[in-house]
């Protein structure tokens, strides 16, 4: 899970939005009042700033951060206002506090976490006369400590050197970073990690030299353990592995900052560290949760050591061992795992049941704090495949105990911190999306409600889904019995208490049927799909006109994007036979004019992609003053990549030459392609053996890979006929190949070094979509090989998400476009494939609709939503054909051809 989300999930029901739009916080004062003369203030994103009008700030330089708590956040405001003004320094401040909240939130981001109120001094002496003042002003307040800064004192004021504009360039890995100018005057990656750093360039001013021995002096040597390496991390602390120097024993620690780390109800690290061990102690003596070995205190980290237990959180089971990851899986197999699941959820419930009958609530049952060790009999673990997301639960990976043998798995539970009296009868503050009680659910019924969730999750893990709608619930139990030998009432009980009220009687009956129209069903599924995106659009919005992924978000420009905006969700809907939408075009044209300043000039996240949609769109005057900016601009520090660097750009200019007549658009095309070669051998991506490329966790793929530059290589050959760039595509290919693993179902995926991934955006399926083009030039019996096994790896039966570049619908476009003949590729199998979507549909306004990344809430954009969807089932459509940006639809082999293909 990538808990990024969740602080997009609060300021609308059905769509994530950008958390300040929330408007149950009407925010601090000094946030609503009005600026004094002679100053402005603008928004961005959470914080608002205030500067006086005449005031221009440096590029870069140091900067002053303040720490706040909820309780005194208000007080410091105003101080640190009420010293700004008189002395017109420009200052920027968190408005609200709720977004307070989010930022010091349990999975906030450690690197931004603390950060209150950011003031702007003008020089290296202002800085230091500042800092000062602001310590003698606020010394001693509470406030959690900004991890990326040098503290100031005691705090709450911390200090950084870094940027004070909005920059960007790429890193090493290519991908877009905040950038500061090196003495070359360079954009180099602003490092602004959860450690202090100073560029390499950057001499502390003397005045500093206390804080930073003040620093230099904290250190773990008192410590009576020793730390063997890191499980976790979170903004409230860390969990390790480690070793009692004292006795030897194996023990987990851990570790709570005080006033960081966020619960729903305001309870920070330390508090729900010291809730934990009351609660652990208090179950004193049960196999099923681990014991307490310590608790103690070093400088104002608080730490708790646990009992070691030797198993593996249930996440990495499911993983490893759930039939739907093959193609066509064996009945015993699905019976076997039938029974394992059925096995593993009545040691659950029997260790739930435990502790309840203790008085506690444990408030935070998930998969990932279930431990698990097969015992004699049990389901043999074989290792593999770790799957998405990350361990979640403080206990990271490994810690102990149970004995169980010979009765099937021993579990454990784990993660107390949220646990709470039964008797208190109070509601969850921390928990997994994917098992979260309704807001009516008190004590005991918020774990009961989470084993009802789990029974499903073990068969079909997409409660995640409950979030938008309950009565999924009885959707996904119907498809697990189609796909299972279980029980019908087994898993019907689970549907009961999902949807039950609060006083356990029983909720309303699903709808049957659950979805208005099954996807495959076209053309009505696009008809329904494209009312959907209709209902959901948002003319009067001046970011978006549809709600998509929080990438809309990440950076200006987003919201008109091809992959998160409007130009993406316009294209699918073209794309598939949607009647113009005129109203959507002008709102897209109006915010094209004069583009926000930061916009990129990638494909999928910016200004190349506007300008091809746009002329797709019939708008060829506003394309081309789109790619005079884009050829004004320098591409020195892009990345090769297709999502937002050079390759797209080049596709996108290429594309556009041939449309408009423009032969300079097709000269700036082959300036793309020449630093893109120039960046391959730079990085020596030509060579011709594939290993180069296959180191673990390297970018590969369509999007991020050399894939999309091995596209821009073979449009251009096919223009040109020149071999060195088929010669180029092939080394891209090979480079991309090398990243790649067989695993023991030979499919061919790419490794992540923690996971393999078989998608369309950076996975093996987008090599295989470039493969398909290059061997339609000329024949590699290597690359043949490659793309066999990489159609394998397009035909599991289950994906966890829906989406176009990271889930179902990119798999439904692969096999509807490639020309790889044989097992897989029949019509039968796109079809299968097109079947499985409707586990992810959700019906908006009487509409079919799919959820985005992470599956809390629905999106309509190109990469993540509806609309990649509609793409997809478009490209397999008779007559139809939608294809994705440069790559058309190629001859259909005759085992899939339609009547009136």
Same mark, same amino acid.
């Given at each position: 899970?990538?808990?990024?989300?969740? +602080?997009?999930?609060?300021?609308?029901?059905?769509?994530?939005?950008?958390?300040?739009?929330?408007?149950?916080?009407?925010?601090?004062?000094?946030?609503?009042?009005?600026?004094?003369?002679?100053?402005?203030?603008?928004? @961005?994103?959470?914080?608002?700033?205030?500067?006086?009008?005449?005031?221009? /700030?440096?590029?870069?330089?140091?900067?002053?951060?303040?720490?706040?708590?909820?309780?005194?956040?208000?007080?410091?405001?105003?101080?640190?206002r009420d010293y700004c003004v008189p002395r017109r320094i420009a200052f920027k401040f968190v408005p609200s506090r709720h977004l307070l909240?989010?930022?010091?939130?349990?999975?906030?981001?450690?690197?931004?976490?603390?950060?209150?109120?950011?003031?702007?001094?003008?020089?290296?002496?202002?800085?230091?006369?500042?800092?000062?003042?602001?310590?003698?002003?606020?010394?001693?307040?509470?406030?959690?400590?900004?991890?990326?800064?040098?503290?100031?004192?005691?705090?709450?004021?911390?200090?950084?050197?870094?940027?004070?504009?909005?920059?960007?360039?790429?890193?090493? &890995?290519?991908?877009?970073?905040?950038?500061?100018?090196?003495?070359?005057?360079?954009?180099?990656?602003?490092?602004?990690?959860?450690?202090? &750093?100073?560029?390499?360039?950057? @001499?502390?001013?003397? #005045?500093? *030299?206390?804080?930073?021995?003040?620093?230099?002096?904290?250190?773990?040597?008192?410590?009576?353990?020793?730390?063997?390496?890191?499980?976790?991390?979170?903004?409230?602390?860390?969990?390790?592995?480690?070793?009692?120097?004292?006795?030897?024993?194996?023990?987990?620690?851990?570790?709570?900052?005080?006033?960081?780390?966020?619960?729903?109800?305001?309870?920070?690290?330390?508090?729900?560290?010291?809730?934990?061990?009351?609660?652990?102690?208090?179950?004193?003596?049960?196999?099923?949760?681990?014991?307490?070995?310590?608790?103690?205190?070093?400088?104002?980290?608080?730490?708790?050591?646990?009992?070691?237990?030797?198993?593996?959180?249930?996440?990495?089971?499911?993983?490893?061992?759930?039939?739907?990851?093959?193609?066509?899986?064996?009945?015993?197999?699905?019976?076997?795992?039938?029974?394992?699941?059925?096995?593993?959820?009545?040691?659950?419930?029997?260790?739930?049941?435990?502790?309840?009958?203790?008085?506690?609530? #444990?408030?935070?049952?998930?998969?990932?704090?279930?431990?698990?060790?097969?015992?004699?009999?049990?389901?043999?673990?074989?290792?593999? %495949?770790?799957?998405?997301?990350?361990?979640?639960?403080?206990?990271?990976?490994?810690?102990?105990?149970?004995?169980?043998?010979?009765?099937?798995?021993?579990?454990?539970?784990?993660?107390?911190?949220?646990?709470?009296?039964?008797?208190?009868?109070?509601?969850?503050?921390?928990?997994?999306?994917?098992?979260?009680?309704?807001?009516?659910?008190?004590?005991?019924?918020?774990?009961?409600?989470?084993?009802?969730?789990?029974?499903?999750?073990?068969?079909?893990?997409?409660?995640?889904?409950?979030?938008?709608?309950?009565?999924?619930?009885?959707?996904?139990?119907?498809?697990?019995?189609?796909?299972?030998?279980?029980?019908?009432?087994?898993?019907?009980?689970?549907?009961?208490?999902?949807?039950?009220?609060?006083?356990?009687?029983?909720?309303?009956?699903?709808?049957?049927? %659950?979805?208005?129209?099954?996807?495959?069903?076209?053309?009505?599924?696009?008809?329904?799909?494209?009312?959907?995106?209709?209902?959901?659009?948002?003319?009067?919005?001046?970011?978006?006109?549809?709600?998509?992924?929080?990438?809309?978000?990440?950076?200006?420009?987003?919201?008109?994007? +091809?992959?998160?905006?409007?130009?993406?969700?316009? %294209?699918?809907?073209?794309?598939?036979?949607?009647?113009?939408?005129?109203?959507?075009?002008?709102?897209?044209?109006?915010?094209?004019?004069?583009?926000? $300043?930061?916009?990129?000039?990638?494909?999928?996240?910016?200004?190349?992609?506007?300008?091809?949609?746009?002329?797709?769109?019939?708008?060829?005057?506003?394309?081309?003053?789109?790619?005079?900016?884009?050829?004004?601009?320098?591409?020195?520090?892009?990345?090769?990549?297709?999502?937002?660097?050079?390759?797209?750009?080049?596709?996108?200019?290429?594309?556009?030459?041939?449309?408009?007549?423009?032969?300079?658009?097709?000269?700036?095309?082959?300036?793309?392609?020449?630093?893109?070669?120039?960046?391959?051998?730079?990085?020596?991506?030509?060579?011709?053996?594939?290993?180069?490329?296959?180191?673990?966790?390297?970018?590969?793929?369509?999007?991020?890979?050399?894939?999309?530059?091995?596209?821009?290589?073979?449009?251009?050959?096919?223009?040109?006929?020149?071999?060195?760039? /088929?010669?180029?595509?092939?080394?891209?290919?090979?480079?991309?190949?090398?990243?790649?693993?067989?695993?023991?179902?030979?499919?061919?995926? +790419?490794?992540?070094?923690?996971?393999?991934?078989? %998608?369309?955006?950076?996975?093996?399926?987008?090599?295989?979509?470039?493969?398909?083009?290059?061997? &339609?030039?000329?024949?590699?019996? $290597?690359?043949?090989?490659?793309?066999?096994?990489?159609?394998?790896?397009?035909?599991?039966? #289950?994906?966890?998400?829906?989406?176009?570049?990271?889930?179902?619908?990119?798999?439904?476009?692969?096999?509807?476009?490639?020309?790889? @003949?044989?097992?897989?590729?029949?019509?039968?199998?796109?079809?299968?494939?097109?079947?499985?979507?409707?586990?992810?549909?959700?019906?908006?306004? $009487?509409?079919?609709?799919?959820?985005?990344?992470?599956?809390?809430?629905?999106?309509?954009?190109?990469? @993540?939503?509806?609309?990649?969807?509609?793409?997809?089932?478009?490209?397999?459509?008779?007559?139809?054909?939608?294809?994705?940006?440069?790559?058309?639809?190629?001859? *259909?082999?005759?085992?899939? $051809?339609?009547?009136?293909?």
């Open positions: 899970m990538n808990k990024g989300y969740a +602080v997009f999930c609060d300021a609308d029901r059905w769509f994530y939005d950008a958390p300040y739009r929330r408007t149950e916080d009407g925010g601090y004062p000094a946030g609503t009042a009005a600026v004094p003369e002679g100053w402005q203030s603008h928004r @961005t994103g959470d914080w608002l700033a205030w500067r006086p009008v005449e005031h221009r /700030l440096p590029a870069q330089g140091w900067k002053i951060h303040v720490s706040a708590t909820l309780d005194n956040a208000e007080s410091v405001l105003d101080r640190v909240h989010n930022r010091n939130a349990k999975y906030a981001d450690r690197a931004g976490a603390g950060k209150f109120v950011t003031v702007y001094p003008a020089d290296t002496e202002e800085f230091g006369r500042i800092a000062a003042d602001l310590d003698v002003l606020l010394g001693g307040e509470p406030g959690p400590y900004i991890l990326s800064d040098l503290r100031w004192g005691r705090g709450p004021v911390y200090v950084r050197y870094g940027s004070f504009t909005l920059r960007h360039c790429h890193d090493e &890995r290519g991908e877009l970073v905040p950038a500061i100018e090196d003495p070359e005057g360079r954009l180099v990656p602003d490092p602004r990690g959860p450690v202090f &750093r100073l560029p390499e360039w950057v @001499t502390p001013p003397e #005045f500093l *030299r206390p804080h930073l021995d003040a620093r230099s002096a904290v250190t773990l040597a008192d410590l009576p353990y020793s730390v063997e390496r890191a499980l976790h991390f979170s903004n409230g602390g860390g969990v390790y592995l480690a070793r009692d120097s004292r006795t030897g024993e194996r023990v987990v620690l851990k570790e709570a900052r005080p006033y960081a780390g966020l619960a729903a109800d305001g309870a920070d690290a330390v508090t729900r560290l010291h809730r934990e061990q009351q609660a652990l102690e208090r179950l004193a003596g049960l196999d099923c949760v681990p014991a307490v070995r310590d608790a103690f205190t070093i400088g104002e980290h608080h730490f708790l050591a646990l009992e070691y237990l030797d198993g593996k959180p249930l996440n990495t089971f499911f993983a490893r061992r759930h039939p739907l990851i093959e193609a066509d899986p064996d009945p015993a197999e699905l019976a076997a795992y039938t029974r394992w699941a059925m096995a593993v959820h009545r040691k659950v419930s029997e260790a739930v049941a435990a502790v309840h009958a203790r008085g506690i609530v #444990f408030n935070d049952l998930h998969l990932f704090n279930v431990m698990v060790r097969e015992d004699e009999g049990g389901y043999e673990d074989e290792g593999g %495949y770790e799957g998405e997301g990350g361990y979640e639960g403080e206990g990271a990976g490994e810690s102990g105990g149970g004995d169980g043998a010979g009765d099937g798995p021993t579990v454990w539970l784990l993660d107390f911190e949220a646990a709470a009296d039964g008797a208190d009868g109070s509601r969850q503050t921390v928990a997994n999306p994917a098992f979260v009680a309704p807001a009516d659910r008190r004590g005991f019924s918020v774990d009961r409600y989470a084993l009802a969730c789990l029974r499903l999750a073990l068969f079909l893990p997409l409660t995640s889904l409950l979030v938008l709608d309950r009565s999924k619930a009885a959707h996904l139990a119907a498809i697990a019995a189609e796909q299972f030998p279980v029980p019908r009432d087994y898993l019907d009980e689970a549907v009961a208490e999902i949807l039950a009220g609060p006083d356990g009687s029983p909720g309303p009956q699903p709808a049957e049927p %659950y979805l208005p129209v099954p996807p495959g069903e076209w053309p009505a599924s696009r008809d329904s799909l494209a009312a959907a995106i209709t209902a959901a659009a948002t003319p009067d919005r001046e970011d978006r006109f549809f709600p998509g992924d929080i990438a809309q978000f990440a950076h200006p420009g987003g919201g008109l994007s +091809v992959g998160y905006g409007a130009a993406g969700v316009l %294209y699918a809907l073209a794309e598939t036979g949607h009647s113009p939408w005129p109203e959507a075009e002008e709102w897209l044209l109006d915010r094209t004019k004069d583009p926000a $300043s930061g916009t990129p000039p990638g494909f999928y996240d910016g200004l190349a992609g506007l300008a091809w949609t746009l002329e797709r769109l019939g708008h060829p005057e506003r394309a081309l003053e789109l790619a005079e900016r884009i050829t004004g601009q320098s591409w020195d520090a892009a990345a090769p990549d297709l999502h937002s660097g050079l390759a797209g750009i080049g596709l996108a200019l290429d594309a556009l030459g041939t449309a408009t007549g423009e032969t300079g658009l097709h000269e700036a095309a082959l300036r793309c392609a020449g630093l893109v070669a120039d960046a391959i051998r730079t990085d020596g991506t030509d060579r011709t053996d594939g290993t180069d490329g296959s180191a673990p966790g390297r970018k590969a793929g369509l999007l991020h890979g050399a894939s999309g530059p091995a596209l821009l290589f073979l449009r251009l050959y096919e223009r040109l006929g020149d071999r060195e760039l /088929l010669d180029l595509a092939a080394a891209c290919l090979r480079r991309d190949l090398g990243a790649c693993v067989t695993s023991a179902f030979g499919t061919l995926q +790419v490794n992540e070094g923690w996971r393999t991934m078989p %998608y369309l955006g950076s996975g093996s399926v987008g090599i295989g979509m470039v493969l398909d083009d290059y061997l &339609r030039h000329t024949p590699d019996e $290597s690359f043949e090989q490659a793309r066999r096994q990489i159609v394998r790896a397009a035909q599991a039966t #289950f994906y966890a998400q829906p989406g176009l570049f990271r889930g179902a619908a990119g798999m439904v476009l692969y096999l509807a476009r490639t020309t790889c @003949t044989g097992p897989g590729t029949e019509q039968a199998d796109i079809d299968r494939q097109i079947e499985a979507l409707a586990r992810h549909a959700v019906p908006y306004q $009487s509409h079919l609709a799919f959820p985005g990344e992470q599956l809390m809430r629905l999106s309509m954009d190109l990469a @993540t939503g509806t609309a990649g969807t509609l793409l997809a089932l478009g490209s397999a459509a008779p007559a139809v054909r939608a294809q994705l940006p440069f790559l058309p639809p190629l001859p *259909r082999p005759l085992n899939r $051809s339609r009547t009136g293909s």
